[in-house]
């Protein structure tokens, strides 16, 4: 399992810089045919304790991964978690 740590405005994966997109972002780089790939991972949804997963997005040319989060002008601005890995 991965360790995700809230260092000031850094959000840290085992223990290196990790940023954030929104959907509509993750659309952005499709129609820019920015190369990009996902993958899930498991983490304990801090709201009702459940293990859930999680979408991590490696951008090609970006030294960091993507977490998938709600956009903050429509909804909470959360990490977006899912109660069964997406197909």
């Given at each position: 399992?991965?360790e ?28 820019k ?30 030294d ?20 069964q890995?997406?197909?």
């Amino acid at each position: 399992m991965y360790e995700v740590f809230n260092v000031g405005k850094t959000i840290l994966l085992d223990g290196k810089p990790l940023s954030l997109v929104t959907p509509a972002g993750v659309e952005g780089w499709i129609e820019k045919g920015i190369p990009h790939s996902h993958r899930y991972d498991q983490v304990r949804d801090p709201l009702d304790g459940q293990m859930k997963y999680r979408c991590l997005y490696e951008k090609d040319g970006a030294d960091v991964p993507f977490v998938l989060v709600n956009d903050p002008d429509d909804g909470d601005g959360r990490v977006v978690l899912f109660d069964q890995k997406p197909k």
